[in-house]
């Protein structure tokens, strides 16, 4: 024998289990859907307008990639040709708007109004399907696209998201 005592296992508050389970499978509330739509809202209505900066275009982009992030999970599904031409139409405002390698607010072609207005409502219906696991799970996986592509990506929080302690940010 050796004489060592043990070694003694500290006691650790474990974390509330039913709090990350529940934060995790509860669907967000309505303060922070409607937060999440707002954020798309107001560049839709910009690009229409042909008011919109680079800013909010790429807002605009992120919630497409947002949305087909969402259509790869498997919770809502049969949206991909409507994300495409919406992602298509963003790529050809994109194209007009920097041809002269500044961003120059451009006005968009009844085709591109259409897939954007239809692309509208779908976010909105795909965001009221989910819940707050699978609206954070898709945004990773859509960070991780954009990264994959060369592209960086901004995150906006809502602002009553919870902290989940333990769960990977």
Partial sequence: MSGRKPRRVRWHPMAD????VKGIVAKPSSEDREHLL???SEPIKALR???????QWSIAAGAVALSQAIEAQGVVRGLTEH????DAALQAIYNRAMATAVWKPT??????LDALQTFA???SFQISQ???G?????????????AKQGHKAAVAKTPTEPQLAGVPA
Avoid: F, K, N, P
């Avoid at 994300?83 to 919406?86: C, E, I, P, R, V």
């Fill in 17 to 20: 289990t039913m709090g990350i």
């Fill in 107 to 112: 006005a968009l072609y009844y085709q591109e």
């Fill in 83 to 86: 994300l495409a031409s919406a």
């Fill in 121 to 123: 409502e779908l976010y």
């Fill in 49 to 55: 307008e042909g008011v919109a900066t680079e800013l």
């Fill in 134 to 146: 699978e609206i954070s799970q898709a945004s990773h996986l859509a960070q991780r696209q954009a």
């Fill in 38 to 40: 707002q954020m798309l």
């Fill in 130 to 132: 989910l819940s707050c």
